[in-house]
């Protein structure tokens, strides 16, 4: 499975920006979409997901303005980002997991956000 990210970039504090990862290879359902992050000097942290298409779960820091859902015919995850803060910037990584216990694993390349003061 090959998932290809794209629509990070530069904002400032309060913009917007829209990420997008879409999945190809697969010949089962995707069981789990999702995106987590890694700020700089920092862990990567979940930032949420959507479970079986509908199940959404996310993280306290960005409930609220972030908002994640899913085009299945796409195989394509996409993470609308809304009053974006310096504390969002990151790298951005999605993920999807083809069993739901994510046995079988994979990850795109990664896209930059940065949030400007």
């Known amino acids: 499975v090959q998932l290809q990210a794209s629509g990070g970039g530069l904002v400032q504090a309060g913009g917007s920006l829209r990420l997008s990862c879409a999945a190809s290879?697969?010949?089962?359902?995707?069981?789990?979409m999702g995106w987590y992050r890694q700020p700089p000097g920092k862990q990567r942290e979940l930032v949420a997901n959507?479970?079986?298409?509908?199940?959404?779960n996310y993280a306290d820091s960005v409930k609220g303005r972030f908002a994640i859902s899913t085009d299945n015919a796409k195989n394509t995850v996409y993470l609308q980002m809304n009053s974006l803060k310096p504390e969002d910037t990151a790298v951005y990584y999605c993920?999807?997991?083809?069993?739901?216990?994510?046995?079988?694993?994979?990850w795109g390349q990664g896209t930059q956000v940065t949030v400007s003061s």
């Open positions: 993920y999807v997991y083809l069993d739901p216990a994510g046995l079988e694993n994979f």
């Open positions: 959507i479970k079986r298409g509908s199940i959404t």
């Open positions: 290879g697969s010949r089962f359902p995707l069981s789990v």
